[in-house]
């Protein structure tokens, strides 16, 4: 495999960093120091971390919006589903809290030439991130999918659908329906990532996606760090 350009598109984790509204704030702290000792020794430098499974960069697991016993959580979802070939579609010219509609996704995929790969990953290019992080803003507005348009990436086939704002719905709440893209999601059987970074170098374009969660016991999310291998080539 010749990978030519690895693309970070996940948010750094750090202190005050904007989480969605009730969650738990970031919090980030020394436990020791590096400290050199008069016998040659030396103490090591560690922090501690208290944050939400869903701060940052996060993939939901299905428990975090299905009630139902059998619902999997984060660790006991296999790898494969964090993992393959992913598109990057344009819906930047969404304005913030419209909906994403199946007219923005089909036209924005024509233009570019993108096929939505078949268990494969949709990312969701909308600004969110270059508009508004770290700005409290970030938290309270972004476009997110209708249920339409969410159904249309189901139907071709994706298994993980990310974006860069805090939430795949709309933001704040409109519509009927509450959360119509998550409850797409829980019916059909779909990861979300949300929360991811800088997609504008990928809008747009074909890749190799890779986006590990942490392996929380009974997460209803885990933090991921998600990269977009460009220019993959397999050799047989």
């Not at 997609?199 to 760090?225: C, E, H």
């Amino acid at each position: 495999m010749n990978i030519i350009n690895i693309i970070d598109l996940s948010q750094e984790i750090f202190k005050g960093q904007p989480v969605y509204p009730g969650h738990q704030p970031t919090v980030i702290f020394p436990m020791t120091k590096l400290m050199a000792k008069d016998d040659g020794k030396w103490t090591f430098a560690v922090n501690t971390i208290l944050m939400s499974e869903h701060a940052g960069t996060h993939t939901d697991s299905f428990t975090h919006m299905d009630p139902s016993p059998d619902a999997k959580s984060i660790e006991h979802l296999p790898l494969s589903r964090f993992l393959g070939p992913a598109v990057c579609i344009d819906v930047s010219h969404v304005a913030d809290s419209e909906f994403i509609t199946r007219k923005d996704l089909e036209k924005a995929c024509e233009e570019a030439d993108l096929t939505i790969p078949k268990g494969g990953t949709a990312l969701l290019y909308t600004g969110t991130y270059q508009r508004h992080f770290p700005t409290p803003v970030y938290n309270q507005k972004n476009p997110g999918l209708d249920r339409e348009a969410a159904e249309w990436l189901a139907d071709n086939g994706v298994i993980n659908i990310g974006i860069d704002a805090v939430s795949i719905d709309v933001s704040p709440h409109k519509g009927e329906e509450w959360k119509p893209a998550h409850t797409v999601c829980r019916e059909r059987g779909i990861l979300n990532t949300e929360n991811l970074g800088d997609l504008q170098p990928v809008a747009g374009k074909s890749f190799f996606y890779i986006g590990l969660p942490l392996k929380v016991r009974g997460g209803t999310a885990g933090p991921t760090r998600a990269v977009a291998l460009m220019d993959v080539q397999i050799n047989d």
